[in-house]
């Protein structure tokens, strides 16, 4: 089983423009990214994937692999599946550039799904990490995640799902962290399918899996990511290194 990481990089984030190039401890943020992710030993290649000429040029100049995007694309999964369309690969870990500070941990267990689908009956892992305070349940910027009593994901949503409508109930709430596992042909559907309608109010790419019927099994983790979405995380960062 060929298992490869994709780190889809965009040079233009909304909340923070050019942060993959900004400077993390004398390095740019994308380089760190992929570095780390070398370091886990955990795939048989890692890849980053751009739309950026700058990006491209910085990967390259560390002898790193790095792709060149053809076409404009709306999410990270449009992004690798381009990229991976023409390589021999099994299962494909979608790394955001933002998070340099890679979590090997809950990234082995997603590897270790699929080892253990002999039937090949899932078609991506991903994660979920438990949520108690209020201000993170009701934030619209943190996608929860419903899932089935086998862990597979019933929906995921900005709204606050489940509604706690008995209050005598203990009710658990899960944030999707958006890192995911595929298999190269789930990766390859989603890639050939237009956005989706639920997919589209609610802006998460994860919805099209479920919309077009995919299984998507999901792994809780206790490890929070720390993602540079503001200047304000470039700093923490920068004092955690």
Same mark, same amino acid.
């Given at each position: 089983?060929?298992?490869?990481?994709?780190?889809?990089?965009?040079?233009? +984030?909304?909340?923070?423009?050019?942060?993959?190039?900004?400077?993390?401890?004398?390095?740019?943020?994308?380089?760190?990214?992929?570095?780390? +992710?070398?370091?886990? =030993?955990?795939?048989?290649?890692?890849?980053?994937?751009?739309?950026?000429?700058?990006?491209?040029?910085?990967?390259?100049?560390?002898?790193?692999?790095? *792709?060149?995007?053809?076409?404009?694309?709306?999410?990270?999964?449009?992004? *690798?599946? $381009?990229?991976?369309?023409?390589?021999?690969?099994?299962?494909?870990?979608?790394?955001?550039?933002?998070?340099?500070?890679?979590?090997?941990?809950?990234?082995?267990?997603? #590897?270790?799904?699929?080892?253990?689908?002999?039937?090949?009956? #899932?078609?991506? +892992?991903? /994660?979920?990490?438990?949520?108690?305070?209020?201000?993170?349940?009701?934030?619209?910027?943190?996608?929860?995640?419903?899932?089935?009593?086998?862990?597979?994901?019933?929906?995921?949503?900005?709204?606050?799902?489940?509604?706690?409508?008995?209050?005598?109930?203990?009710?658990?709430?899960?944030?999707?962290?958006?890192?995911?596992?595929?298999?190269?042909?789930?990766?390859?559907?989603?890639?050939?399918?237009?956005?989706?309608?639920?997919?589209? +109010?609610?802006?998460? $790419?994860?919805?099209?899996?479920?919309?077009?019927?995919?299984?998507?099994?999901? #792994?809780?983790?206790?490890?929070?990511?720390?993602?540079?979405?503001?200047?304000?995380? /470039?700093?923490?960062?920068? =004092?955690?290194?």
């Amino acid at each position: 089983m060929k298992i490869i990481a994709m780190i889809p990089a965009r040079f233009n +984030a909304s909340r923070f423009p050019g942060k993959l190039m900004k400077d993390l401890a004398g390095k740019p943020v994308i380089l760190r990214t992929y570095e780390s +992710a070398l370091q886990t =030993k955990l795939f048989d290649e890692v890849y980053v994937v751009t739309d950026s000429d700058v990006i491209y040029d910085v990967i390259k100049a560390a002898d790193g692999k790095v *792709i060149m995007s053809k076409k404009e694309h709306d999410c990270g999964s449009d992004r *690798i599946a $381009e990229a991976v369309e023409d390589l021999d690969v099994d299962i494909v870990i979608n790394v955001q550039g933002d998070e340099p500070f890679i979590d090997k941990v809950s990234l082995s267990k997603l #590897i270790e799904v699929f080892k253990g689908d002999i039937n090949k009956k #899932i078609d991506l +892992a991903s /994660l979920k990490v438990k949520m108690n305070a209020t201000e993170d349940i009701e934030n619209p910027n943190n996608v929860k995640v419903i899932t089935d009593q086998d862990d597979f994901a019933i929906y995921f949503s900005r709204s606050v799902i489940p509604y706690h409508r008995d209050q005598t109930l203990k009710v658990n709430y899960f944030k999707h962290k958006g890192v995911y596992a595929f298999r190269k042909n789930a990766l390859m559907d989603f890639y050939n399918t237009p956005m989706t309608p639920l997919e589209a +109010a609610e802006k998460i $790419e994860a919805i099209r899996y479920l919309e077009v019927g995919k299984k998507i099994k999901m #792994i809780e983790t206790s490890v929070e990511s720390i993602g540079i979405d503001t200047p304000e995380d /470039l700093e923490k960062a920068k =004092k955690l290194f």
